[in-house]
């Protein structure tokens, strides 16, 4: 029987048992290489999804970022501003300071909401905040930002008064599509969406439909009692705590879906952004059937498989690149892919020397509401394509918010920078329709020259952009260099400095002589500032005016220096030498055409006892016209010379029709334009000479300013010009310099 047994298992002439171990043997390998075949490729679509996982949650975390760092610069703006107002007089604070405020800081609208439940204008049109304010008292604590049913976004910040009186709120609105903007900044090609929602899940701003969040929820429902219930848990979890994270899940038709979310830094707000997972991994499943389908050709499937994978992986990834780097406007590099290009290029050739350029189209808010923003954006789109067929083989470009282009061009220096730009700029007048004037004027250039490829690429664009903002009239290009960001470093720190400087009167009066050029004599003078600033010394206007003027302090210092001159007066009357002083009345009071601040000089005036007639307000013939009827103009001198002060035409001659006002304006005095004086020939003294026997046909006082040659003089007291201003008499002193002088004649 043994024999019998061991004959069946190895006799050669049974072919089953002949071949049954090499087809075990073989069977077995198959199935071992199918199964690592299977594991690799389960490993290998595990992977892909982490790493598609991982690259989907750093464009979320760098939108969440950005989006961060812009809204609590608003919540900034805003704070800073109600620190400043909370130290001006109630009566200062005007609906067109609020405006010229919104300007500046790009907002739709500013108000100011008192304690008492009106606002600053009278009707703001957002009385519906009474009951969000009711509900959410922290907002006067501290800079806060919410939303409200009429898409819009508001950033509120508390002012805390200097007279110890209750809290008002300083609110500025902007339009919800601004920060649906920022969220579609990353949109993945219209397949994914970003939104906006607090700690309870309430949506607050979405970047376009509502619909696939809202479906979230019920997503989120479905599965706290499914499978998933364990990572919709975590997920709640995680929103509740303002953790970060990726999670899927399956939509109500069993679609899977990719979660990155992301806290912002904001009140308890997180960015969710919503994708399908077939983005990153779309035609992975199918891996597993070919590899059953082909196990014939093994070795091949498994090399084709793998070269698939691979393949379609950085095809995934250069469809986010695509999608999550691109300027969804123009279709070129959007700012943060230009960052990522730049960085790399700058590290790639340390040798070669670059600039980093900053355009900007100034005033391009004014073309948008008279063309339109569809209009807008071809002009952008046209004038993307000219900048691009102007670069270099190697330079990059982007288009970053609104109106602001950067370049990275190779360069040798700072001439031929500024050569490369007139090209462009030549370029853009010779292609962008006619209509839009797009003149190197109306284009600010500022520019970079990157010392060191290391330098982190923001701070490239934030040189760049200053020297642009910085740019002076006329310059062709501004250059950031140490002395820009020291007269930065200057201009905040005076700035800083505005208030001890009051406090500790640092704003001195200086006056320079008006004299009667017929008697010698001097009959009055004109009141201007200086600034005797305890660390840089006798400061001049034109180094601290333009500040104040952007940043609203001009009409404190103005009010300050105004009293002063009240101060002087009174003293002068005791003394019993009282002389007529004029003072100027800047841009920021009378742009608007609101006579309010006048009420404040007057209740100063009257406070001090000056008679009337010793104090004259200067105005500038372009200040008084710009955008304004004559009737205006008329009634606004008539509501000045009523309050018993004289009123002055500064400048006058040059900018307008100047013949023609003289009839319909009220003035006491007109003050001949400088620029008459400036290489005068016959035909200019003709004009002049005309001009001042006009004047006094009119009972008008002429004073002729910026005269520095005794010739001049001659010539004007030949005219019988009443009063003469400039360096030929005196420049402008000290109040005790020029009491002295007074007292010499």
Known sequence: MRKRIKHLLFHQDNPGLQYAVPIVFIGVLMLGVLTALLMNTVGLHRRLQENTEKYADD??????????????????????????????????LTEELLDRKAQYLEMKEIFVLKADGTTIPADTGHMELEGYLAEHPEMYEAPYIFFTEHDEVFFSAPIFWDNGGEASL???????????????????????????????????????????????????????????????????????????????????????????????????????????????????????????VIIGIMALTMALIFAYIVWSYRQSL??????????????????????????????????????????????????????????????????????????HKGELMSRAAGDHFYLLLECGGEEDVRSRLQTVLGRLEEQLPEQFSIDRTRVSQGAYLIPNWDTDFLILQDRAKMASTYQLENEPCRFYDDSLGKQVDREQSLDDSFKSAIRNREFKLYIQPKVCPNQNRTRGGEVLVRWQHPEYGLLFPGEFIPLFEQNGKIQELDFYMFEETCKLLKAWLAEGRAMPLSVNLFRAHL???????????????????????????????????????????????????????????????????????????????VKLDRQFFVGESEKSWIVVGQLIRLAHELGITVVAEGIEDKSQVEKLRQYDCDLIQGYVYAKPMSVPDFQNWVAAQ
């Open 318 to 391: 250069k469809k986010i690149q695509a999608v999550a780097l691109t300027d969804s406007l123009t279709g070129g590099k959007n700012n943060l892919a230009f960052q990522m290009a730049g960085t790399s290029l700058l590290r790639e050739h340390p040798q070669k020397r670059y600039a980093i350029v900053c355009l900007n189209i100034r005033n391009f808010k004014r073309l948008n509401e008279r063309f339109g923003v569809k209009t807008g954006d071809a002009l952008l789109r046209q004038m993307y394509g000219v900048l691009q067929d102007c670069l």
């Open 591 to 669: 742009i608007s055409g609101d006579m309010s601040c006048l009420d404040r000089f007057k209740s100063i005036k009257e406070a001090y006892q000056i008679p009337d007639g010793l104090i004259e307000l200067e105005l500038t013939e372009s200040l008084m016209l710009e955008r304004r009827e004559v009737g205006v103009v008329a009634g606004m001198i008539d509501c000045i010379r009523s309050m018993g002060f004289l009123c002055s035409m500064d400048d006058f001659g040059f900018g307008y029709s100047s013949l023609a006002l003289l009839k319909d304006l009220n003035v006491d005095t």
């Open 170 to 292: 300083l609110i500025g609105v902007r339009t919800n599509t601004v920060l649906q903007q920022m969220l579609q900044e990353v949109d993945f090609k219209d397949q994914g969406l970003c939104c906006i929602v607090d700690r309870d899940g309430t949506m607050v701003v979405s970047a376009t439909d509502e619909a696939p969040f809202q479906e979230l929820s019920a997503v989120f429902n479905k599965s706290l009692d499914s499978g998933d219930a364990a990572e919709a848990r975590r997920v709640l979890e995680d929103i509740n705590e303002h953790r970060s994270g990726v999670a899927q899940f399956k939509d109500i038709g069993g679609e899977p879906l990719m979660l990155g979310y992301d806290f912002l830094g904001i009140n308890d707000w997180m960015l969710l952004t919503l994708l399908p997972s077939n983005l990153f991994s779309e035609g992975t499943g199918a891996y597993l059937i070919q590899n059953v």
């Open 59 to 92: 464009i979320s975390a760098q939108l969440a970022s950005n989006i961060s760092a812009r809204m609590e610069l608003r919540k900034t703006c805003m704070h800073n501003l109600a620190d400043t107002l909370s130290e001006m007089p109630e009566i200062l």
